[in-house]
């Protein structure tokens, strides 16, 4: 995925590609390319519609499901969120997990780009070195893990990720919390929507915290009206994921087989989606 920023990113995959044909990989079970998409469930992300360059009937979907405007312009990918953090354009950079400073190949310019922000937030599990360069004002928002139990309002909770075959499935916590104060990301982002954008629009911030599967099936409704965004495949377009035949991934069918997959491979990206959306474009995290 890295090669696809470098400088030279396009001949450089054709030479892969073309030297992969040279030796008659394509064609041949086990031997072809694998163009792996992210990590910790950035593809996720990406096939949910995470994109700074979203398309206007993605951005009327929302219009029309959540009664607000979203703002058009189109906002930063990461290499130029960095400049733009360099130049003061950005002056907030908010992160869900990830490690963006040694992330970005150059950690000088990264670690500058930060350092000019007015807040640096970080919403983590763990703490890594992204924490300790910081802008004028830096906070850390520790959240609840993966492997941790999600108990909301509504009982406990689960979200679906996607992996770099693209695959979706459930993700569920089966131990104790490490502490009972740590809250999850949806209920951190909801809880931060609320508090910024309360009147803005009619968004039930808290059924969605206290129930995943609401943000689920909000976002059915958004994209019965869409099928545009970001296609990753011919196959595949960003609110309709390839999910394993016969499998849902709404709670009310966990376990089950059902004909109707679900279109949000990421519940954590659907709350940010919606949130993101709705921010201010001169202080829009990345």
């Known amino acids: 995925m890295g090669i696809t920023q470098h400088k030279h990113g396009v001949p450089t995959i054709r030479e892969i590609v073309n030297f992969l044909l040279l030796r008659g990989n394509l064609g041949r079970a086990g031997t072809g390319a694998c163009?792996?998409?992210?990590?910790?469930?950035?593809?996720?992300?990406?096939?949910?519609?995470?994109?700074?360059?979203?398309?206007?009937?993605?951005?009327?979907?929302?219009?029309?499901?959540?009664?607000?405007?979203?703002?058009?312009?189109?906002?930063?990918?990461?290499?130029?969120?960095?400049?733009?953090?360099?130049e003061g354009r950005v002056k907030v950079f908010l992160a869900l997990a990830g490690n963006f400073v040694r992330a970005a190949p150059d950690s000088d310019v990264m670690e500058e780009a930060m350092r000019s922000c007015r807040l640096t937030a970080h919403i983590s599990t763990k703490l890594n070195r992204s924490h300790t360069v910081c802008g004028d004002t830096a906070l850390i928002l520790p959240t609840l893990g993966r492997t941790e139990r999600d108990v909301q309002a509504d009982g406990e909770q689960f979200v679906t990720v996607e992996n770099s075959m693209s695959e979706v499935h459930t993700s569920q916590g089966r131990l104790e919390p490490a502490s009972r104060l740590l809250l999850s990301e949806v209920a951190i982002l909801c809880r931060l929507a609320r508090r910024t954008l309360d009147g803005k629009a009619d968004i039930p911030w808290n059924e969605f915290e206290g129930d995943y599967d609401?943000?689920?099936?909000?976002?059915?409704?958004?994209?019965?009206?869409?099928?545009?965004?970001?296609?990753?495949?011919?196959?595949?377009?960003?609110?309709?994921?390839?999910?394993?035949?016969?499998?849902?991934?709404?709670?009310?069918?966990?376990?089950?087989?059902?004909?109707?997959?679900?279109?949000?491979?990421?519940?954590?990206?659907?709350?940010?989606?919606?949130?993101?959306?709705?921010?201010?474009?001169?202080?829009?995290?990345?």
């Not at 296609?231 to 991934?249: D, E, Q, V």
């Not at 709670?251 to 709350?271: D, H, Q, V």
């Open 35 to 86: 163009p792996v998409r992210g990590h910790s469930n950035v593809q996720g992300d990406r096939t949910m519609g995470i994109w700074e360059q979203m398309p206007d009937t993605f951005l009327d979907a929302l219009r029309k499901e959540f009664g607000f405007d979203p703002p058009r312009p189109h906002g930063l990918d990461s290499v130029n969120s960095i400049r733009a953090m360099r």
């Open 214 to 286: 609401t943000i689920r099936d909000r976002s059915t409704r958004a994209s019965s009206t869409t099928r545009s965004a970001r296609p990753c495949s011919p196959a595949t377009s960003a609110w309709s994921p390839r999910l394993p035949r016969g499998t849902c991934c709404c709670r009310r069918c966990a376990g089950t087989t059902s004909g109707t997959p679900s279109p949000t491979p990421t519940t954590t990206a659907t709350a940010a989606s919606t949130a993101a959306a709705t921010w201010c474009s001169s202080t829009r995290p990345t």
